[in-house]
Structures are given as C-alpha cells and as structure tokens.
T-cell receptor
Framework: GAGVSQSPRYKVAKRGQDVALRCDPISGHVSLFWYQQALGQGPEFLTYFQNEAQLDKSGLPSDRFFAERPEGSVSTLKIQRTQQEDSAVYLC????????????FGPGTRLTVT | AQKITQTQPGMFVQEKEAVTLDCTYDTSDPSYGLFWYKQPSSGEMIFLIYQGSYDQQNATEGRYSLNFQKARKSANLVISASQLGDSAMYFCAMREALGAGSYQLTFGKGTKLSVIP
C-alpha cells in the first residue's frame, strides 16, 4: 500500500524566499507530525496535527514557520523568508490514531537555502 | 526533559556477524517507550523495534533484538547475521507525551553502520 509521500524531494531556495513543503500521509491516518533533521543530527519535533487541528506547535523554531492541514489529510509546512539555518531535511510522519505506537515516516524534503 | 544518547558515531561489522548499537536514555517518567529506526540513504525513517518500560521481556523482531537494561537506562539494538542492506544510519528514540493522547519522538544523534563484505 501507499506510504507517506512528500514533495518536492529536494528544494533549493535563495535566502529570503518563501517555500512550501507538502506531506501526503497514509490514507485514513488521523495524526500527522513534522520533524526537522539538520545534517548529522537526529530528527527534531516541529508540530503535530490531529485531523485538521494543530494541537502542538511547540517545536516550530520561529514565527517564520507555519503548518496547516485544512481538510485533515494533506499537510503543508511553509517557511517564510528562508534563512541559511533553515537548511535541513523536513520529515513528515503519520499514525492511525493519537495513541498509536509507531509513526510512519515519509522520505523527507531536503531544503537547501543559499 | 527527556534525552537520548548514542555514543557511537560510526560502526563497522563484517557481513554475517552480529553487531550491537548502544543507546542510553534519561527520563523521570515511570512509563515510557523506546524505539529504533533505520534511515538508509534514501532518507526514509523505517521502524525496526519497540520496547515498553513495563514489558517483561526484551523485544525481538526477526534479526533485531533490543537489549533492555532498565536499571542502567540502556536500550541497545542487536542485529544478528548482518547483511549488506543493513548499512544505514540507526536512531534510538523515546516517545514523549503531547496533548490529546499522542506522542512525539525524541531522537538521538544516530549511529552510522557499515557492513563489510
């Protein structure tokens, strides 16, 4: 079956540009997570959705980061006025329900800000 | 705050041999869960194995087993009979409660495993 998909897989942005990263979770999965993985590090939590509700955004590094999931399926992570420190892989994960044990990850979007 | 420590940046293992990847954790919660994920060069995080803090036995999944030593706060991953396809980054993670009954994952820095033919 189809897993979590993300697009684009690679994105190069000039400093100051806005970018939008898309996540398609596994069909029917209620919970959706975004993580940021800097080079040589483990992923770090950014934000969490349960259906269309954003229940936790404590990991978003600044107000330039914004995420939405308007219909409770596809999610978009938007970064405004990108900075070089935003360069990272952005991973999306989903689970069937809030208490589910295993998070299923997509392949990530590698963002490079020049 | 919870913390995961992986002290081995890189490991080498001969094909068909066993290898142990180290993970120690720190938490004050009596109930917690520990995970191991594999990240090949393609980038996707692949779930390998889970251990709950109250589980009586060490978790096993095929060639993967978790050497869980609660008193020492360690959760080492053992891969038996290594294969060339096991070459990847391996991350230890702990779940941390969010609101509404869900959990985020807190990851270590990872260990790069290279399997030698």
């Amino acid at each position: 079956g189809a897993g979590v998909s993300q697009s684009p897989r690679y994105k190069v942005a000039k400093r100051g540009q806005d970018v939008a990263l898309r996540c398609d979770p596994i069909s029917g999965h209620v919970s959706l997570f975004w993580y940021q993985q800097a080079l040589g590090q483990g992923p770090e939590f950014l934000t969490y959705f349960q259906n269309e509700a954003q229940l936790d955004k404590s990991g978003l590094p600044s107000d330039r980061f914004f995420a939405e999931r308007p219909e409770g399926s596809v999610s978009t992570l938007k970064i405004q006025r990108t900075q070089q420190e935003d360069s990272a892989v952005y991973l999306c994960a989903s689970t069937t329900s809030p208490g589910s044990r295993v998070q299923y990850f997509g392949p990530g979007t590698r963002l490079t800000v020049t | 705050a919870q913390k995961i420590t992986q002290t081995q940046p890189g490991m080498f293992v001969q094909e068909k041999e066993a290898v142990t990847l180290d993970c120690t954790y720190d938490t004050s919660d009596p109930s917690y869960g520990l995970f191991w994920y594999k990240q090949p060069s393609s980038g996707e995080m692949i779930f390998l194995i889970y251990q709950g803090s109250y589980d009586q036995q060490n978790a096993t999944e095929g060639r993967y087993s978790l050497n869980f030593q609660k008193a020492r706060k360690s959760a080492n991953l053992v891969i038996s009979a290594s294969q060339l396809g096991d070459s990847a980054m391996y991350f230890c993670a702990m779940r941390e409660a969010l609101g509404a009954g869900s959990y985020q994952l807190t990851f270590g820095k990872g260990t790069k495993l290279s399997v030698i033919p």
